[in-house]
């Protein structure tokens, strides 16, 4: 009862406030710890700006919705009503890296002459705002205007689109490195893909992301010659024509585009755009943002949902060896890789390209018997994971889903997807929804970034929208350590990644060279063994074969005792593209990962978090040689307490990995 009371003089005193703030057609909200002030201008056009504390995040940046029969929303807007709201609560996350989250922040929602109106939120850890219509019918969005204006030529993490999918631009494999660049040379008529970090200067960052893309187009950045330095948003138009194309012609190619982006309901929310605010760059190793912006849980129960690690194929080539059968795309094979993963607790494998044919999942190759292997991996305990491209799996999508989890088939992983129009955002929804009746699992490869859409469909357990481990095989010139001390504090705000880590071929900057069938990684095994702490993935690959694991089974048996979700995590310390260190705990356990590019650096971890009571450290670390041997590593196990510091040295491109556990 006194928490409703509070609520409501809450609410009213900003009602109160709200009247004046509209007659001089400016609205302000704050974060509830007052760094952080967003401002609305209502106008001959809508603008927001944004400032923490002393620093101008966001300079004056206009915002419109520009419908099909040619109305502005957002131009000469009149204010009807402001009503503001207060909210502190949390909710709980299974499938994430903690248990649960902190959902505080104070929200104002403007109502406008003409049937539409604006959400606006600040958080301690950011702001955002979104579009809403109350229009019957449908509506026809021809363009969106999302400026973010800046008054300094601030320096930018710039992840450009590359790898286009042949002529169309809005077509990629949403895998890009970072251009480290002034915010004034971001390259005229290109695009970038979100997250994009900012660096404000004295410490403090600022991200662009957007969440809750539902049936409407992704967001992608391009220059604003009209404001530089000034990004704003840019996005596909819905598909026309469509054929087969790209890589082996697996991709669902457009070839040519309406003059919209969407086509809608008339009364809905659309996406939200929002700034993240870091004082220092370890605060961007655990923020919540998309998670508290997307919409809650679709599924009513989610208890059969299993994430977990996965002992994957495609990347280490099928190559296994000392066997009395011919290693390949084979039940044979798959029976080998099936009896690795049971022996060192790996709840999956997935058959990827090739059990089937690429467009017509339900003709199998005949050297595969999938009921076999389904059937011999619940005598191990070992899900099945069957890979397919978009293409195929959207022919047949209740016909295969239905035959393949009748057979007992656990999930699927779902490549070349390759788009982020309005068509395919709302496709994937679509076989969210529909894998869940299923009690199938998803991983959508080939993908663009999370946006929310696990929280609402938690059965989607990983997206790649990364330029992952893959590329080693054919990339040799690509700086992987800078990239991977990168991706924490700018991809991985959007959610988790499907990296696929593992290597048990490492290799220092020298000696790295590309190589299909006997792949390797750039940086040392620690630096691999770090990847299962610090990178978010709910299902995560071990990308070597099982040859490679059981020549190595000290190293495996570690990463078999990693868990894929956790109840608390915990940033330790970290600096954009040099190094990071996070803490995770699960259950009574903790988990540590650090990373560091091809600097060697030395770092303290301070345990303070841990409990009372004596632990167990199990420590895998950077051996004495790492530098000329990426494969050199030291474990030792100490015993260890919360009064305790660590002192680690990693290699050039090195790691480390930790398990702490409580003596018992």
Aim: proline share 4%; aromatic share 12%; net charge neutral.
């Amino acid at each position: 009862m006194k928490k409703f009371f509070w609520g409501i003089m809450f609410s009213s005193l900003l009602l109160s406030a709200s009247f004046a703030y509209s007659q001089s057609n400016v609205i302000h909200v704050k974060s509830p710890n007052g760094k952080i002030v967003m401002a609305l201008e209502s106008g001959a056009k809508i603008s927001w700006s944004v400032k923490h504390e002393n620093t101008e995040v966001i300079a004056p940046s206009a915002i419109s919705l520009t419908l099909g029969n040619g109305v502005i929303l957002g131009n000469n807007a009149k204010v009807i009503s402001a009503k503001n709201s207060k909210v502190n609560t949390s909710f709980a996350t299974p499938i994430y890296k903690k248990k649960t989250v902190i959902d505080e922040y104070n929200q104002v929602v403007v109502t406008y002459k003409g049937d539409f109106g604006l959400i606006l939120r600040a958080y301690n850890d950011g702001v955002a705002y979104r579009f809403f219509t109350s229009k019957k019918g449908q509506i026809v969005i021809e363009s969106e205007e999302a400026d973010f204006n800046f008054s300094k030529d601030h320096e930018a993490f710039v992840p450009y689109v590359r790898d286009l999918r042949e002529k169309d631009m809005y077509s990629s494999a949403f895998e890009s490195m970072y251009d480290e660049i002034l915010l004034s040379k971001f390259v005229k008529d290109s695009l970038a893909i979100t997250p994009l970090l900012i660096d404000l200067g004295n410490g403090k960052k600022a991200a662009i992301v957007e969440a809750e893309l539902d049936d409407y187009p992704g967001m992608y950045l391009t220059r604003n010659n009209q404001t530089l330095p000034g990004l704003q948003g840019a996005f596909a138009h819905y598909p026309k024509e469509e054929r087969l194309g790209g890589f082996n012609k697996m991709n669902y190619m457009v070839s040519k585009r309406e003059p919209y982006i969407a086509k809608t309901s008339g009364s809905r929310n659309f996406p939200w755009r929002a700034i993240i605010i870091s004082e220092n760059d370890k605060d961007l190793l655990n923020n919540d943002m998309v998670q508290k912006l997307s919409a809650p849980s679709q599924i009513a129960d989610a208890s059969w949902i299993k994430p977990g690690k996965v002992a994957w194929d495609w990347w280490n080539d099928w190559n296994i060896s000392k066997v009395d059968f011919k290693a390949g795309i084979n039940t044979e094979t798959y029976k080998y890789y099936i009896d690795f993963a049971s022996k060192n607790h790996i709840e999956y494998v997935v058959l990827d390209e090739g059990w089937s044919e690429d467009t017509d999942l339900l003709k199998i190759s005949p050297s595969m018997n999938i009921e076999e292997l389904v059937n011999y991996g619940k005598q191990k305990n070992v899900g099945i994971i069957l890979w397919a491209s978009w293409y195929a799996i959207n022919q047949v999508l209740d016909d295969a889903f239905s035959h393949y989890s009748k057979m007992g088939v656990k999930g699927f992983k779902i490549d070349f997807i390759d788009r982020d129009d309005q068509k395919m955002v709302k496709s994937l929804y679509d076989i969210a929804k529909k894998a869940a009746s299923y009690n199938l699992i998803i991983d959508y490869h080939g993908m663009y970034k999370p946006t929310g859409i696990q929280r609402a469909y938690p059965n989607i357990v990983n997206f790649e929208g990364v330029k992952g481990l893959e590329n080693a095989k054919w990339t040799p010139n690509d700086d992987m350590p800078h990239y991977e001390t990168s991706i924490p504090f700018i991809r991985m705000l959007a959610g988790p990644l499907d990296y696929t880590p593992g290597a048990m071929r490492n290799a220092t900057r020298a000696d790295f060279r590309p190589s299909n069938s006997m792949p390797m990684s750039q940086g040392t095994r620690c630096h691999q063994l770090g990847m299962y702490v610090v990178f978010e993935a709910p299902l995560q690959m071990l990308a070597d074969s099982p040859t490679a694991y059981m020549k190595e089974q000290e190293s495996t048996n570690f990463i078999s005792q990693i868990p894929t979700t956790f109840d608390e995590t915990i940033a330790l310390d970290g600096k954009v593209g040099e190094y990071v260190a996070i803490a995770r705990r699960k259950g009574d356990s903790w988990y540590i990962g650090g990373l560091t590019n091809w600097s060697a650096r030395e770092m303290t971890i301070d345990l303070s978090f841990l409990g009372k009571g004596t632990y167990s450290a199990e420590i895998f670390k950077d051996g004495i040689n790492a530098g000329k041997d990426a494969t050199d590593y030291k474990r030792k196990i100490v015993k260890v307490v919360s009064a305790d510091k660590l002192m680690l040295n990693m290699a050039a491109g090195g790691g480390f990995a930790i398990i702490i556990s409580p003596e018992k």
